[in-house]
């Protein structure tokens, strides 16, 4: 018993050492394993606070950038309004169906960052906005991540530029699914896998959301194809997506929260037992 | 002492807010970031409690980790960098640190130079193995380790030289 107290008082550094390395390897293995939320993440009181204090001021320098963001998003808002206005008349409104099955809230980007492999937001949106995991996340202009973490007021968004997200997406034109990945190169671009070679693929067609997951509706705009080529087994195309948002300058974004979800996973996990 | 420890806490605060607030959003080149915290862990006194260095360097690299919701990567390179320490020490500096009278203040520039460049890229290369964590990448991981320490190293022998206590 005396030669381990002496053993453990003389090796004090290097076992002190090898705990704290000990802890920090498990919590960076378990940083990078899929679908394992973070223990250590930035949706607390804390971060959250100091990344609200630095965007108070940061927010003026691109007001006026975000400001033509807005104008855009309203002219196609309101083009849409003028256009579909006369068709609707039409249909008779059956007041049972009529609750919504899409709320879309609104947040602002806290924390921003697209140059490591495993990318994440902070948002100053939370649990007491009623924002849980798995809910989707956009912008008027296509789809930015998914809700990792989520605190009382703040939440991390797992960015679509990582190498964890994969995203049921597909071709407009033809309906061909695949799934979104990113291979940590470049932020403005993101690859389209497993998609069937018997598609057509055409340079500068659009790329949407599948609306295979109750994550993400259908036909949100994710980006155009830039190049394409066909896998290493021949069956498949991987496409070089240019996505739509510009993931380095994000100020203002939207969260959906779909209604039906839990009625799917529900079902869903009856169909797997 | 009491004036190097209130030093030592507002280094810990200054840096640690230095990192994430102005650091980790000057992505140079796309993807180049210095980490200016490991100035904390440089210039921790030498004959201080070592047990004490490794608890405050292991939570500095947890509180980066914490608001770059990178797991543990900082929190590990930094516990590996404070307790390698003494050999960089040894070899920067030779015989002033076995007389254990180094102070940090009067140094000759050289050495400062050697002492600093080789423990920023012990550093990067641990950060940036634990955040790649695939060996197949090899080559991006010593070219983001390469160019980011070129960057840390300017940086912090900058800093240093300008918050010099000067005698």
């Known amino acids: ?273 | 002492m009491n004036n190097s420890i209130t030093s030592n806490i507002i280094r810990f605060i200054v840096l640690l807010l230095v990192q994430v607030i102005i650091c980790n959003n000057i992505n140079f080149l796309g993807y180049i970031n210095p980490y200016v915290y490991v100035i904390f862990i440089l210039l921790f006194p030498v004959n201080n409690n070592r047990l004490l260095f490794l608890i405050l360097a292991f939570n500095l690299g947890l509180l980066v980790d914490m608001f770059l919701d990178s797991g543990g990567v900082h929190a590990g390179a930094s516990i590996c960098l404070a307790y390698a320490r003494p050999l960089f020490l040894k070899y920067a500096f030779g015989t002033m640190y076995d007389h254990q009278n180094l102070k940090f203040g009067h140094t000759d520039i050289g050495a400062l130079i050697m002492y600093v460049s080789g423990c920023v890229i012990f550093h990067h290369l641990i950060v940036y193995y634990l955040e790649i964590f695939n060996i197949s990448q090899i080559i991006l991981l010593l070219k983001k380790a390469l160019f980011s320490s070129i960057f840390t190293v300017i940086l912090c022998l900058l800093l240093i030289l300008l918050f010099k206590t000067r005698k």
């Open chain 1, 1 to 273: 018993m005396q030669q381990i107290f002496n053993f453990v008082i003389r090796n004090k550094t290097l076992l002190l050492f090898l705990l704290l390395f000990g802890i920090a390897l498990s919590l960076t293995i378990q940083s990078h394993s899929y679908h394992k939320s973070q223990f250590i993440n930035s949706a607390n009181s804390l971060t959250g606070g100091v990344y609200g204090t630095v965007n108070s001021i940061g927010q003026y320098f691109d007001l006026k950038e975000q400001n033509l963001i807005l104008v855009e998003e309203n002219v196609i808002l309101r083009e849409q309004l003028l256009n579909s206005s006369g068709r609707n008349q039409s249909i008779a409104i059956d007041s049972s169906f009529n609750d919504q099955r899409f709320e879309i809230i609104s947040a602002e980007v806290y924390k921003n960052s697209y140059n490591s492999p495993n990318n994440y937001l902070t948002i100053n949106r939370g649990k007491r906005d009623s924002i849980q995991q798995d809910f989707g996340v956009i912008t008027s202009k296509g789809i930015i991540g998914i809700i990792d973490n989520t605190s009382n007021k703040f939440s991390t968004i797992l960015s679509i530029l990582s190498k964890k997200s994969r995203i049921n997406a597909k071709l407009k034109s033809s309906n061909q699914n695949g799934s979104l990945t990113w291979n940590t190169t470049s932020p403005y671009f993101a690859q389209l896998e497993d998609v069937s070679k018997f598609s057509k693929v055409k340079i500068g067609d659009t790329i949407v959301t599948g609306g295979q997951s109750a994550i993400f509706p259908k036909g949100i705009g994710i980006g155009k194809i830039e190049s394409f080529t066909t896998d290493s087994t021949g069956d498949t195309y991987t496409i070089e997506v240019r996505l739509f948002n510009n993931m380095t300058t994000l100020q203002h974004v939207y969260i959906i929260i779909n209604n039906n979800s839990e009625e799917l996973k529900t079902l869903e996990n009856l169909n797997d037992e």
